[in-house]
Structure formats: structure tokens, C-alpha cells
T-cell receptor
Framework: EAGVAQSPRYKIIEKRQSVAFWCNPI?????LYWYQQILGQGPKLLIQ????????DSQLPKDRFSAERLKGVDSTLKIQPAKLEDSAVYLC?????????????FGPGTRLTVL | AQSVTQPDIHITVSEGASLELRCNYS??????LFWYVQSPGQGLQLLLK??????LVQGIKGFEAEFKRSQSSFNLRKPSVHWSDAAEYFC??????????FGTGTSLTVIP
């Protein structure tokens, strides 16, 4: 069974530029999460999708971050414009059902460096 | 508010020695508790989880954890550490609804 795929693995941009990350969850997994992991910290939830609908985006900085999950499969997270403090690893995870106590399967992450 | 505390930022152990990583949580009801491991350049992998029942849970790679309600703890243990266990370990709590919180992690170094 293929795991959660993410691309790119690394990205370096200058502040005020835009960037987009892509995630393809495990086939059949209805719930998808995006996390931000700043160096030295644990992952912080940004947004949760159930199929193609948003369940929780309370911690997403909506002035610059956006995410979509068209057709309820893969998802894109965008930052526009980026700030220095956005430097982090962005992790995507999926679960087979929506409850948070189900095992979340994580992708390898995208490491973003903002200069 | 819900929170997870991992008091040890970094731990060094000798190969073959026993290991215990500490995790304390703050939550009003019975939480769902998890331990994940993250190797360099890799995503997080679930080691074990606790939902209810037996407070001692077994996981993969020879790890186990014990839920102690009175101490609000969920410490991870392994009787004999292998060099391949060197990684970052995260404790997490699922607090119902869509809430899922991670600790700040403990970095494990294994010396020969």
C-alpha cells in the first residue's frame, strides 16, 4: 500500500514570494490534515479536511495561507506571501475515518526555507 | 486547555540500555494517547496508542507505554535500545472532536 505522498520535499523562497505544497493521501482515506512543524517544536494542526470539506481551519493564518482539496483526494496548501516565520516542515497526514483517535499516516513532509 | 509536555528535550543512552521517555498531558476527560517516532527526513510513524482498557500498551519495535491517570502520564519505555532507535519521539493527545495535540518532542541519541 502506497503511503502519503508530498511534493516538493524541499523549497527555498524569498519572503513575500508565493509557494504551494501538494499532498496525495493514502487511497480511500477520507480525512486529510496539514500540519506545520517549526524546528524544535511538535507539529501544529493547520487544517483538517473530511472528503472535500473543511472540518477545522481555526489555526490556519487565513490572511496568507489557503488550502483546498478538490474532489476529496489530493490537496494543496498555499502561502501567499511568505514570511520568514513560515520556515518550517509542512506535514500532510491522512486517516481512514474522521475521528482524531484513528491512526494518522504521515507523509515525509516539505521543508520550506524563507530567506 | 489541552496540552502535552515532554520534559526531556534530549536524551542520550548507551546501546543495550533501557529507555524511558516522559510524557504528561493536561485534559479534563480520558484522552486518547499516542507516541510517534520521526527519523531524520521521514514522516511520523505511530509506535503505539492508548484508548481504553489495559493501561500498559505494546507497540512496534519493542516499545511499550503505560497510562497512569493519577499522574496524567503516558511514558514510553524500551528495555534494550538499539542504535536504530535514534530519532525524535513525539507524544500526542487526541482530545475529542478535531483536536489533536503534539508535545515538543524528545530527541534520542544512542551511543555505542
Amino acid at each position: 500500500e502506497a503511503g502519503v505522498a508530498q511534493s516538493p520535499r524541499y523549497k527555498i523562497i524569498e519572503k513575500r514570494q508565493s509557494v504551494a505544497f501538494w499532498c496525495n493521501p493514502i487511497s480511500g482515506h477520507a480525512t486529510l490534515y496539514w500540519y506545520q512543524q517549526i524546528l524544535g517544536q511538535g507539529p501544529k494542526l493547520l487544517i483538517q479536511f473530511q472528503n472535500n470539506g473543511v472540518v477545522d481551519d481555526s489555526q490556519l493564518p487565513k490572511d496568507r495561507f489557503s488550502a483546498e482539496r478538490l474532489k476529496g483526494v489530493d490537496s494543496t496548501l498555499k502561502i501567499q506571501p511568505a514570511k520568514l516565520e513560515d520556515s518550517a516542515v509542512y506535514l500532510c497526514a491522512s486517516v481512514q475515518r474522521g475521528a482524531p483517535y484513528n491512526e494518522q499516516f504521515f507523509g515525509p513532509g516539505t521543508r520550506l526555507t524563507v530567506l | 486547555a489541552q496540552s502535552v509536555t515532554q520534559p526531556d528535550i534530549h536524551i542520550t543512552v548507551s546501546e543495550g540500555a533501557s529507555l524511558e521517555l516522559r510524557c504528561n498531558y493536561s485534559y479534563g476527560a480520558t484522552p486518547y494517547l499516542f507516541w510517534y517516532v520521526q527519523s531524520p527526513g521521514q514522516g511520523l510513524q505511530l509506535l503505539l496508542k492508548y484508548f481504553s482498557g489495559d493501561t500498559l500498551v505494546q507497540g512496534i519495535k519493542g516499545f511499550e507505554a503505560e497510562f497512569k491517570r493519577s499522574q496524567s502520564s503516558f511514558n514510553l519505555r524500551k528495555p534494550s535500545v538499539h542504535w536504530s532507535d535514534a530519532a525524535e519521539y513525539f507524544c500526542a493527545v487526541g482530545a475529542g472532536g478535531n483536536q489533536f495535540y503534539f508535545g515538543t518532542g524528545t530527541s534520542l541519541t544512542v551511543i555505542p
